[in-house]
């Protein structure tokens, strides 16, 4: 049998793109090591392979194939590095819905990795399209065995036994990605990460253990508030004027506990948080599912939260978060959780915004309406979409230097002043959520904390990162609550068991 010049022509790419995805893969942050385990390198290769392959069945070119992949690394690579400047974490394979939500809500991801990148991106891929179809002809014999369908068979058998041998041996993934993508590459990465997500977590919520009855009675209405990016910003600048802060200040003289929140998020990555607080689960417990705990709930892992126990005890269990239910599969998840209803941003309209999103003063004020219509207890629980970046797209306002600093600010630090101006109102929120609760005939508590802190790469660079800590507080409109206010830290999936024990709903031995 006479082997045809396109059978050779589909190693000779393949080879060729290999060699080139490590050079891409070196130009990661953190830089992979080409000193890692051989299995690595047999997951990395049939990984590149395989897709290689199954290009050429689509596209009859191998060159071009091979540049589409290619390019596909490299743009992975480059979100890759934006996501660590912004976030200081890898990209990991439970990230790919970055691509699609990218799409759907353009304004949360693209400007991180920069318009001109992602236009440059998508002209080159442009080019790169039209350069394979014209620059490459398909073979005569693309279907031939002895032709290009051969040569691909014998490089997709390759890549199967590249993956059999590179997943025979255990590698020691901690579900740390920096580390992880060090010491194993970007590829072998994603498919250990894509192998453990098929496996459920056994972790297990402290509520699903809960007793289901209370002495309370009446039952205090609870509202639980995640306000976006909220942390004490003052301690990053001394100019900054302190009645920023005032109302949040003055919460915390009368609260019941406040003080410092350890968050598994830093930037970014609401839900890990949000997740956390609502099971009562440490990430650390969660293995892969760390890094996105809805997507393992919507396909049906069961779990107990805060929310279930509170139904079980009487209450009616609400989410307020004024952005679209589908995000992040919420409209699927929180049903799961225990929640009666999740009001999103249908129920708000575009004059109930303060920048480019729903405001908090509109937050509150549903809050409050829920609050007056009350006809059983409520346990709400607010998610704030306010003071959600890119900050950098926003522009400072007349005044606001003047309103939010004692001494302006040095050159640089635009993202500050918006992010004071949006936390501010935040502020007012606070204030808006005292006066209800003081002023409702039933008992009721308020638990604030901040999802994570913001992204604000070049106001660190002249002032110093935070240490990613966060602020909460525990505040009761029962007086005699208040009497031994304490400050201590806390670690977010802590903080639900310790509201309720303040409260003296459940009793933690």
């Known amino acids: 049998m006479v082997i045809h010049s396109a059978f050779s022509s589909v190693f000779a790419a393949a080879l060729t793109g290999l060699a080139l995805s490590v050079m891409i893969e070196s ?37 071009f194939a091979a540049a589409a992949v290619s390019a596909f690394l490299l ?14 974490e890898p990209f990991v394979y439970q990230d790919y819905e970055y691509f699609t939500d990218a799409i759907r809500h353009p304004r949360l991801y693209i400007p991180f990795l920069g318009w001109w990148k992602f236009l440059g991106a998508a002209t080159g891929f442009v080019l790169a399209v039209s350069l394979g179809l014209w620059g490459e002809a398909t073979p005569e014999h693309r279907l031939a065995i002895n032709g290009q369908l051969g040569g691909v068979l014998v490089t997709f058998a390759g890549s199967v036994l590249l993956l059999w041998l590179g997943n025979r041996q255990r590698l020691a993934i901690r579900f740390a990605p920096a580390h992880d993508n060090r010491a194993f590459g970007l590829l072998a990465g994603f498919w250990h990460y894509y192998q453990a997500e098929k496996l459920p977590w ?9 007793d289901s009855s209370t002495t309370q009675n009446p039952l205090p209405h609870l ?13 990053l600048y001394g100019g900054i004027r302190p009645e920023v802060l005032s109302e949040f200040d003055r919460l915390k003289q009368d609260a019941v506990a406040h003080g410092k929140l350890t968050v598994p998020a830093w930037g970014a990555n609401t839900v890990r948080t949000e997740f956390a607080f609502l099971s009562g689960i440490p990430a650390d417990q969660l293995g892969v599912h760390r890094f996105n705990p809805y997507r393992a709930i919507a396909a049906g892992q069961p779990v107990s ?26 409209d699927r998840v929180y049903p799961r959780l225990g929640f009666d209803e999740f009001i999103d941003i249908a129920a708000f309209d575009d004059s109930m915004r303060s920048g480019p999103y729903i405001s908090d003063a509109a937050v509150a004020d549903k809050v409050a309406a829920l609050l007056q219509d009350a006809t059983a207890p409520l346990f709400i629980f607010a998610i704030t979409m306010e003071n959600h970046g890119p900050l950098h797209l926003e522009r400072v306002n007349p005044g606001d230097i003047d309103a939010l600093y004692n001494i302006p600010p040095p050159a640089g630090c635009d993202d500050l002043t918006i992010y004071l101006r949006h936390l501010r109102n935040a502020n007012s929120m606070i204030a808006k959520l005292r006066q209800t609760l003081e002023t409702c005939p039933s008992p009721a508590s308020l638990c604030w904390y901040g999802d994570h802190v913001p992204i604000m790469p070049e ?5 110093g990162e935070p240490d990613g800590e966060v ?22 999936n802590n903080l639900p068991l310790t509201w309720l024990k303040s409260l003296a709903m459940i009793d933690l031995h």
């Not at 130009?27 to 051989?38: C, D, F, I, K």
């Not at 995640?226 to 301690?235: I, L, M, W, Y």
């Not at 106001?459 to 002032?463: D, L, R």
Request: proline share 6%; hydrophobic share 45%; aromatic share 12%.
């Open 471 to 492: 602020e909460y507080v525990l505040w009761s409109n029962n007086r005699r609550n208040t009497s031994s206010a304490k400050r201590s830290a806390h670690v977010v």
């Open 305 to 330: 939260s805060v929310a279930s126990h509170l139904k079980r005890l009487g209450y009616r269990t609400i989410c307020i978060h004024p952005y679209p239910a589908s995000f992040y599969q919420r």
């Open 223 to 235: 509202v639980a508030v995640q306000s976006e990016s909220f942390f004490d910003a003052r301690a």
């Open 202 to 210: 056994s972790a297990k919520s402290p509520f699903g253990s809960l």
């Open 459 to 463: 106001v660190y660079s002249t002032f």
């Open 27 to 63: 130009l990661m942050t953190p830089r992979p090591s080409l000193a890692r385990p051989w299995a690595s390198w047999a997951l990395h290769g049939g990984l590149w392979l395989s897709a290689h392959a199954g290009m050429i069945l689509l596209l009859g070119r191998p060159w």
């Open 75 to 88: 743009m992975v690579v480059l979100v890759n590095n934006a996501k660590f400047k912004a976030l200081r």
